[in-house]
């Protein structure tokens, strides 16, 4: 079955960085956009970023845009997200999503999500 | 941006009832909307695509209208465990935008 998991997160000073890594499994990943999409303490679901499924067009949501850079493995099934100049804005679970395929409209809805992984900037 | 306006933001009700949650965006977006659901500590669950196509295994209770700038999901006879917070999402432009959520409370 369709296996997301997420890994990286953790407590970090403002202005620092952290990689979270997304595993997936139970699916041939280079034939999926993958998604990263966060969730603030009790806040609703903010979309954060994708890339292709070759890697070659990467989308980002403005409050992010210049401190993010997604990018993905298809040979180890992987999907990063690297975060920098982080602020407490930022703090949220992060979820990797993969969607229902590489072309639109498929690769815009998050079909399967993770579990999360939780990013906390506090000084 | 494409604003996505959900009302109401929470509503009370009984097991058996039908529920019916409201999703306005901002501009025209064609049948470009999905619906998801979402229960405490848990990942979102894709219900609705493309408006109105049900996910495959979601229960049939679940259904959705609507397109251009107003969206309905309706969940008939609701059940024990469709007490959750729901999510519309526009797929028409990026950046992609979600509405603010919708609470179905046990009454």
């Known amino acids: 079955q369709v296996q997301l998991v997420e890994s990286g997160g953790g407590v970090v000073q403002p202005g620092g960085s952290l990689r979270l890594s997304c595993v997936a499994s139970?699916?041939?990943?280079?034939?999926?956009?993958i998604h990263w999409v966060r969730q603030a303490p009790g806040k609703g679901l903010e979309w954060v970023a994708l890339?292709?499924?070759?890697?070659?067009?990467?989308y980002y949501a403005d409050p992010v845009q210049g401190r993010v850079t997604i990018s993905r493995d298809n040979t180890k099934s992987t999907q990063y997200l690297q975060l920098n100049s982080l602020i407490h804005e930022d703090t949220a679970i992060y979820f990797c999503a993969r969607a229902m395929g590489c072309n639109y409209p498929q690769s815009r809805y998050f079909a399967y999500w993770g579990q999360g992984t939780l990013v906390t900037v506090s000084s | 941006d494409i604003q996505m306006t959900q009302s109401p933001s929470s509503v009370s009700a009984s097991v058996g009832d039908r529920v019916t949650i409201t999703c306005r965006a901002s501009?025209?977006?064609?049948?470009?909307l999905a619906w998801y659901q979402q229960k405490p500590g848990k990942a979102p669950k894709f219900l609705i695509y493309e408006a109105s196509t049900l996910q495959s295994g979601v229960p049939s209770r679940f259904s959705g209208s609507g397109s251009g700038t107003d969206f309905t999901l309706t969940i008939n006879s609701l059940q024990p465990e469709d007490f959750a917070t729901y999510y519309c999402?526009?797929?028409?432009?990026?950046?992609?935008?979600f509405g603010g959520g919708t609470t179905v409370e046990i009454k």
């Open positions: 139970g699916f041939t990943f280079r034939s999926y956009v």
């Open positions: 501009q025209g977006i064609n049948n470009w």
């Open positions: 890339t292709s499924c070759d890697g070659s067009e990467k």
């Open positions: 999402q526009q797929t028409n432009t990026f950046p992609l935008t």
